[in-house]
């Protein structure tokens, strides 16, 4: 019954910010590592950002300097803050996270449903 569920995402023009939230719910031990996936049509899914429990996080050369990835250990939740947003990251967002459930000892990895992103213009 582990879920991840995103949201945030939306319609805005080049150069305009969102900001991401997922949450993680249901029978946790502990998460490990989380991160932020975008997959455009007819494109490969890609690794956005990533962020360890310690917060040490990791980029794609692509958002370096504009996404910001957070944590928020307590509420089980990752963010992803998008600024100056050009009309190539339009994609659906993918949260992703390292979980050890209370039901299955090893760690696995969980996907969010998606959001859309939308940049105009």
């Known amino acids: 019954q582990v879920q991840l569920v995103e949201s945030g995402g939306g319609l805005v023009q080049a150069g305009g910010s969102l900001r991401l939230s997922c949450a993680a719910s249901g029978p946790i031990f502990s998460i490990n590592v989380m991160g932020w996936y975008r997959q455009a049509p007819g494109k490969q899914r890609e690794l956005v950002a990533t962020i360890t429990s310690g917060g040490s996080t990791n980029y794609a050369d692509s958002v370096k300097g504009r996404f910001t990835i957070s944590r928020d250990n307590a509420k089980k939740m990752v963010y992803l803050q998008m600024n100056r947003l050009k009309p190539e990251d339009t994609a659906t967002y993918y949260c992703?996270?390292?979980?050890?459930?209370?039901?299955?000892?090893?760690?696995?990895?969980?996907w969010g449903q998606g959001t859309q992103v939308t940049v105009s213009s």
């Open positions: 992703n996270a390292e979980i050890k459930s209370r039901s299955y000892y090893p760690i696995t990895d969980y």
